[in-house]
Structures are given as C-alpha cells and as structure tokens.
C-alpha cells in the first residue's frame, strides 16, 4: 500500500464552489488535494463529460449529456475531462465514477482523454463502478487502467472473500462509505483484509477532520471530503503524530 493516502476533493472543492466545474477542481488541488473526484457521461460526440447527472437544468434549461455536444456543454460550464487535463496537467490522482448508461463507452472516451494528455495521466486514473461485470469488461477491453469496485457491505459475502475475487479480476482498490470500514463500528479489520488480498482501501465522505484522520489512523489509502482542506488538516495530524510516535 502506498504510503500515503490520496486526498480526493469529491467534485472538486465542491463545499467552496459549484461542483464539478474547473474552478472547483483548481481550487482543490491550490489547496491542497492529491486527487480529484468526479463523474463521467458522454456527450453526443463521445467526449467525456465530467457531470454527475445525465440531465442537467442549467439557466432552467433541460440539457440531455448524451444529446449534446460537447463544445456546448463546456460553454454551459459542464468541463471535459480534456479540459481539465488542459487546464491542470495529470501530476494527481483522478477518481472518475462511470456513470454514463454505457460505462464501457464512458472508461473509452476518459482513456482516450488520458492517453492524449501523456502517460502519467493515465497512471493515475481510476475509474470506478458497482457492478462487477462493468469492471470485467473494462478489464478486457483496457488491460492497463486502475479500476476501483463502489460498493457497499450488503453487496458482500465478506470483505476477505470479496477482496480476494477483486483481486483475481485485476482490481486495484475497493471503495467503501467511511462507515463501513470503521472499526469501532462494524468489527475486525476489514481494511486488513483488504490490504491482505492486496487492495487499497478508499473511504469516501469523511467530510471532517476527525472523521478523515480517524480513518487515516486506521489504514485507509484514500479519503473523499468536499472540502479538501478537511483532508489536507486531517494528513497533517497523522504525520505529526506519527513523528512524535518516532521520535
């Protein structure tokens, strides 16, 4: 596992500004975050769009993604994800749910986008989904990108048994609420487990301070907050005391 955790701003610093937009995701990194999240669909020329609903109401306008062009969608302020490589290089971690209707058509389209803004880009993206048989497919279509399985606890035998066939299918990391890997609250050790099968552990909405270093103090590789600041204190804490642990 690495050694330290990736800060994913979730929608960008979307507690300081609209979500998902480029000012949200500069403002995120500015402050601190080394890693972005977002989420993707396809525009109508097969772009990918980085919005989390495939109808929008902009200006109370109903716009479609999936029927519209990306060109406008950007002037609507709904970025692509070329736009933000453009506007913020690759130099962090990219968390893209695939929520588009067709999430092998949206992990084409952001890959695509990768590939162009140059390899690091693509070393750091890790597209995300639910359902395992989405994960397979991408899998055999682009044997190289880092995939991350969303998922909850009902969904599960048992995060030993799960990591393990996450493991099997080539998964990188599993992707839990924060609550679910917490300890205290569902017992043992899953984040262990997780480790054990070789996974990374992510836990998104740890929009605190002590929620983010409580999870940090207990393992986790990734954490979500809308407010990277949160994430970037809670980091702070854990390797101040980690250096007085080591002093």
Same mark, same amino acid.
């Given at each position: 596992? @690495?050694?330290?955790?990736?800060?994913?701003?979730?929608?960008?610093?979307?507690?300081?500004?609209?979500?998902?937009?480029?000012?949200?995701?500069?403002?995120?990194?500015?402050?601190?975050?080394?890693?972005?999240?977002?989420?993707?669909?396809?525009?109508?020329?097969?772009?990918?769009?980085?919005?989390?609903?495939?109808?929008?109401?902009?200006? &109370?306008?109903?716009?479609?993604?999936?029927?519209?062009?990306?060109?406008?969608?950007?002037?609507?302020?709904?970025?692509?994800?070329?736009?933000?490589?453009?506007?913020?290089?690759?130099?962090?971690?990219?968390?893209?749910?695939?929520?588009?209707?067709?999430?092998?058509?949206?992990?084409?389209?952001?890959?695509?986008?990768?590939?162009?803004? &140059?390899?690091?880009?693509?070393? &750091?993206?890790?597209?995300?989904?639910?359902?395992?048989?989405?994960?397979?497919?991408?899998?055999?279509?682009?044997?190289?990108?880092?995939?991350?399985?969303?998922?909850?606890?009902?969904?599960? @035998?048992?995060?030993?048994?799960?990591?393990?066939?996450?493991?099997?299918?080539?998964?990188?990391?599993?992707?839990?609420?924060?609550?679910?890997?917490?300890?205290?609250?569902?017992?043992?050790?899953?984040?262990?487990?997780?480790?054990?099968?070789?996974?990374?552990?992510?836990?998104?909405? @740890?929009?605190?301070?002590?929620?983010?270093?409580?999870?940090?103090?207990?393992?986790?590789? &990734?954490?979500?907050?809308?407010?990277?600041?949160?994430?970037?204190?809670?980091?702070?804490?854990?390797?101040?005391?980690?250096?007085?642990?080591?002093?």
């Amino acid at each position: 596992m @690495t050694d330290r955790a990736i800060l994913f701003a979730h929608r960008g610093a979307s507690a300081l500004a609209p979500e998902n937009s480029l000012t949200a995701f500069r403002l995120a990194l500015e402050l601190g975050a080394t890693g972005l999240e977002s989420d993707v669909h396809v525009s109508r020329d097969g772009v990918a769009i980085l919005v989390h609903d495939p109808v929008e109401i902009i200006a &109370g306008r109903r716009v479609v993604v999936g029927d519209t062009e990306a060109a406008e969608l950007e002037r609507l302020e709904r970025p692509s994800l070329r736009s933000l490589y453009r506007m913020a290089g690759n130099a962090f971690a990219l968390s893209l749910d695939l929520n588009d209707a067709d999430p092998l058509a949206a992990a084409t389209a952001v890959i695509q986008a990768a590939e162009e803004s &140059g390899p690091d880009a693509l070393g &750091g993206l890790l597209l995300c989904h639910g359902r395992l048989r989405v994960l397979e497919a991408i899998r055999r279509r682009h044997p190289d990108v880092g995939l991350v399985h969303s998922t909850a606890p009902r969904y599960m @035998t048992g995060m030993a048994a799960h990591a393990q066939r996450l493991a099997d299918l080539d998964v990188v990391a599993v992707n839990l609420r924060w609550s679910d890997w917490d300890a205290d609250r569902v017992g043992g050790d899953a984040i262990a487990a997780a480790h054990e099968a070789g996974l990374r552990a992510f836990a998104w909405d @740890t929009q605190t301070v002590e929620l983010a270093a409580r999870m940090l103090d207990q393992g986790v590789d &990734g954490i979500y907050a809308d407010d990277p600041s949160v994430l970037v204190e809670a980091a702070r804490r854990r390797a101040s005391s980690a250096a007085l642990e080591g002093s």
